[in-house]
């Protein structure tokens, strides 16, 4: 457990010295840490890197034989066709490697060099964004692979919202959702108008979203847009996933409380506006879905406007001041909350280098598909000549 605090610890450390709020070589060692921290990670986080890890071994499987015809029916058929850029990730890795480690270790860079670039681009205050990114998504970053890709690949495309252009736009979130559906929920974004709208009118619709949230049109939504969450068999499944989050609530509050409070101080630039109108969409989302489980999980894509435009405002604060210290605390709540909650999902932490299974790994129990792996990680190639035919 100490090993997950000690990153918060590291990020409120270096908050302390305000000096460093935009150091760019903080940013990059520390974005490079968490990318190896979590990339190295041996299979945490729940079952989702075993689905992954079974895709991709399958698809390995396909390359090493050279069975192009096979390759070209998994893509169809072992995932959805509309989401073949997420399979696309599987034979790219399979040329040079056949281990799941490896692939897993891929991605996660890949995801965590985008993050990157989007918060050089963005954020002005590194180590107050990271401590609200532990807390909201760190670790997240774990398990669900295809849609933190996509989200991290749409958040490129804000970059074409402020500068209005369509085509780049649209190219952005159209390779996002070819890696998770649900980015087609970022797509409306470019047309909402780049204003600061009326703080009354903000709420209203805040109350307006929040009241529709306790009904149970929310569910319908998840079967309009079948598959938007998963595949289309679990669709139902989502919709019927009901839960009353009061957490949402509360955050979404909190969050709304601290933004509409700083409201006129935030400047009324095209780059600031887009941002804040993200961290309210966020809000919204949280409000809307505030009796279903995976809903959620939406607002991911707008969290980056969130992110930039709280730690632009307790830049523009003292280092200790009210706000700040708010948004310090919730972020280690939410961040601990996680830590506890997941319990023998993440801690204790290991990583594939060394061999064996956790002690009480139930996800280990129920999900490993191919026990090869539990004595030696590397049974299978790590490294591999690409286009090499094995015999």
Known sequence: MLLYIAWFIIAFLIYRTRQSQQNKRFLFLYMLGLAFFVGIADMLGGFDRYI???????????ISAWNWDEIVFKL????????????????????FSENRYIYIFCVTLLIYTLLFISFKRYVENYPMAFMLFLGLWFFFTFTYLRQVLACSIAWLAVKYIIERNLKWYALLVFIAYTMHNSAIV?????????????????ILVMALLLFIGITNLPASLFGAFGGMMESEHRTAQYADDYAFRIEYILEALLFLYIILSNYKKIPNTRLN?????MSLVFCGILLLFCLNTQGGRLSWYFMLGLITTLSSIAKSKK????DNIVLIALSFFLFFRIVTGWGYMIYPYKTFFTDGVRNNDLV????????????????????RIPGQKDN
Request: overall charge negative; proline content about 4%.
């Open 52 to 62: 992954y890890g079974a895709h991709f071994d399958s698809f390995a499987d396909s």
């Open 76 to 95: 169809y058929n072992e995932t959805r066709s509309s989401e073949m850029g997420f399979s696309m990730t599987y034979i790219l890795v399979s040329l």
């Open 186 to 202: 970022f797509f409306p974004f470019y047309f909402i108008p780049v204003k600061k709208f009326d703080k009354g009118h903000v």
């Open 273 to 277: 506006l887009v941002f804040l109108n």
């Open 319 to 322: 280092l200790f001041s009210q």
């Open 364 to 383: 280990w129990e129920e999900f490993e598909y191919d026990h090869k792996y539990d004595s030696d990680k590397f049974y299978r190639p790590a490294f």
